[in-house]
């Protein structure tokens, strides 16, 4: 992809998801991820109702007449996209591929974040950290987010979970809300998933397909592992075949749900074959429901 060609993806994804930010997302997300706590506003005169315990003595003091502290929610967070970039991701069988869900959805939340003014940061990882960009503000730095979401190349096409979840607990040090977008399809990082959950904020987006659970019956047909790149001829009209193809993804799908509720990981489950706004919107509504 050239320059102009780069130029014109960046806009193009910036308009949609600048304009799905500031009429669907920018409400629900202020609502379904607060700041982490209260901070000091002004004093004003006591009324009736107030709470004891906001008095400031000295200013009531100073001036012989009860005034209170008032305090504002500390709205602004650090914000760290995840940002699964391995092979299996290079996947799609029906609107779109998962990398450009990705690519949407990254950007949408980006944009919903910097409207809030939040700082953005992001983590690339294959089987290994592949790039790390420093949380900041502004629009300038979504729109180089959007750049490398569009141009990046992984050096690896594995997937190593846990391994973007222990980078994030060591470079983040602050609590913050991570963003793991991924299709989760890797095995052993339910414990730093538990570890990252405790020290931040970790949400999950799980981007899915439905060839992964369900083949078509095509008769014989070659399928390949983007990881790996192995590839296994498989009698797709076999209904022995079939049924252990949609029992082995039944199992995978029930774990990786088990896996998210016992680490207390809210969750918004994405098919490429839909929209990604209601189970987003749906996602943010959850949140809300449990604060």
């Not at 095995?187 to 981007?207: M, S």
Request: net charge positive; with cysteine.
């Amino acid at each position: 992809m050239d320059t102009q060609d780069l130029l014109k993806e960046v806009r193009k994804i910036e308009i949609k998801s600048r304009g799905l930010s500031n009429q669907i997302f920018a409400g629900e997300y202020h609502s379904a991820f607060k700041g982490r706590g209260m901070a000091f506003s002004e004093v004003r005169e006591y009324q009736p109702g107030d709470e004891i315990r906001t008095i400031d003595w000295n200013v009531t003091a100073r001036f012989n007449h009860p005034f209170i502290k008032v305090f504002e929610e500390e709205r602004e967070m650090t914000v760290m996209l995840l940002i699964d970039v391995s092979g299996s991701e290079d996947f799609g069988t029906s609107r779109k591929l998962k990398q450009q869900v990705i690519l949407e959805l990254s950007a949408v939340l980006a944009f919903s974040a910097i409207k809030n003014n939040d700082k953005v940061g992001v983590i690339f990882f294959s089987d290994k950290i592949e790039k790390f960009i420093v949380p900041k503000k502004g629009s300038a730095h979504i729109l180089t987010i959007i750049r490398e979401l569009i141009h990046f190349k992984p050096e690896s096409q594995g997937t190593n979970l846990a391994e973007a979840l222990k980078y994030l607990t060591s470079v983040i040090k602050k609590r913050c809300t991570a963003f793991l977008i991924t299709d989760f399809i890797d095995d052993g990082f339910e414990d730093a998933l538990k570890i990252a959950n405790k020290k931040h904020d970790i949400v999950g987006l799980r981007i899915i397909d439905e060839r992964e659970s369900n083949l078509p019956k095509i008769g014989i047909i070659p399928v390949k592992d983007n990881e790996s790149g192995e590839i296994l001829w498989v009698d797709s009209s076999n209904q022995k075949v079939q049924k252990e193809y949609q029992l082995r993804a039944r199992k995978h799908d029930a774990k990786i749900r088990d896996v998210l509720a016992k680490s207390g990981v809210d969750c918004a489950h994405v098919n490429t074959k839909e929209s990604y706004v209601r189970p987003l919107i749906n996602l943010f509504k959850q949140r809300e429901r449990k604060r």
